[in-house]
């Protein structure tokens, strides 16, 4: 059974960085396609990022991308969310999901229904 745990989050000003972390166990981690998501109280949960097992495929919301980047290190079994340039719109609990389905080369979710192990979540608030 795939286990995730974030963690990172925190409340910042705008403008700055922040480092989101989750350590994926009880699967192999290197086989794993994952992704990170996040929801606002009262909206659905919404896609962030993703990166397919080998590393090579990665996608971004458009919202976000130019400012965040997604990351994978294997031998730590953690995936890396680093947020920069935040705004009060990034507030929100970010998850982090793995997909073990056998996929595709190249597939990379980026439905909630891809993904099959979330973690808790991790609340990141960006405010003044």
């Known amino acids: 059974q795939v286990q995730l745990v974030e963690s990172g989050g925190g409340l910042v000003q705008p403008g700055v960085s922040l480092r989101l972390s989750c350590e994926v166990s009880?699967?192999?981690?290197?086989?794993?396609?994952l992704g990170w998501f996040r929801r606002v109280p009262g909206k659905e949960r919404e896609f962030v990022a993703a990166?397919?097992?080998?590393?090579?495929?990665?996608y971004y919301a458009p919202s976000v991308k130019g400012r965040f980047t997604i990351a994978r290190v294997n031998p730590k079994n953690t995936v890396y969310l680093q947020m920069n340039s935040l705004k009060p719109e990034d507030t929100a609990i970010y998850y982090c999901?793995?997909?073990?389905?056998?996929?595709?080369?190249?597939?990379?979710?980026?439905?909630?229904?891809?993904?099959?192990?979330w973690g808790q979540g991790t609340q990141v608030t960006v405010s003044s």
């Open positions: 990166i397919d097992w080998t590393g090579g495929y990665i």
């Open positions: 009880g699967h192999s981690f290197s086989s794993l396609n």
């Open positions: 999901a793995a997909d073990a389905a056998p996929r595709d080369y190249g597939f990379v979710g980026r439905n909630p229904d891809d993904y099959d192990a």
